[in-house]
Structure formats: C-alpha cells, structure tokens
C-alpha cells in the first residue's frame, strides 16, 4: 500500500500537469480533449514506473526460489509484497486515469461550465 500511494501521488501528479498544461492553453473544452490530457500525463508515467516494479520484481524473485534454511518464512513474506506490485502496477496505469478523468469531468469542468453558464 505504500508504494501504491507515493507512486499514485506522482501518477496524479502528472495528470494534473498536463490538464493544467491544456488548461493554459485554452484547449480544454471537451471530454475528448481531458482524454487527450490524461493520456498525455499517464504515458509520462509509464517509464518510471516500469523501472520501480522491475526493480522490486528482480529483488524479491529470489526469494521466491530460494531453499535453504528460512525459505520457506521469506516466501511467505515476499509474496504478498509481490501482489501488492502487481495490484500497484495495474492500478497505476489503468484505473486512477480513469478514476482522474470521471472525477475532473464530472466535478471540475462541469462546475466550471456551469459557473460560466450563470455568469
């Protein structure tokens, strides 16, 4: 759960430069421009966060395989923390752009129309 929330900190992070990014530019208008926006910030993520889950996938791998004395306690420790990257990993690049994208059309842009609309 840790890694998933520092990585989904700078997920958001990234999704939120490249709306904002838009924004300045005055090109966000539509549902498919947000998309255009998301997928933008979400591909900037990809690469670091493809490194981390390696990186913690090739340190733990081993001791999935070990044999000798206290295997068998480490695998019981290593495997959950292996789902855990799995679930992070998927979760990352797959539901919080989508999660991002419902929650900036439905609360942000459309409050923001709307404010336009009364004015």
Not at 15 to 20: N, Q
Not at 45 to 52: D, E
Not at 91 to 112: N, V
Request: glycine share 8%; proline share 3%; with cysteine.
């Amino acid at each position: 759960m840790g890694l998933d929330a520092e990585t989904g900190v700078f997920m958001l992070l990234f999704l939120d430069m490249a709306y904002y990014d838009m924004v300045r530019r005055g090109i966000m208008k539509t549902k498919e421009d947000l998309h255009e926006a998301i997928i933008h910030g979400a591909v900037k993520r990809i690469r670091p966060k493809m490194m981390t889950v390696m990186a913690m996938f090739m340190g733990l791998l081993p001791i999935m395989w070990s044999m000798g004395a206290g295997a068998d306690t480490m695998k019981r420790c290593a495997a959950p923390i292996i789902g855990g990257i799995l679930t992070s990993f998927i979760m990352e690049l797959l539901a919080y752009p989508q999660i991002y994208s419902i929650w900036q059309w439905d609360f942000e842009m459309q409050r923001e129309s709307r404010q336009i609309n009364e004015l």
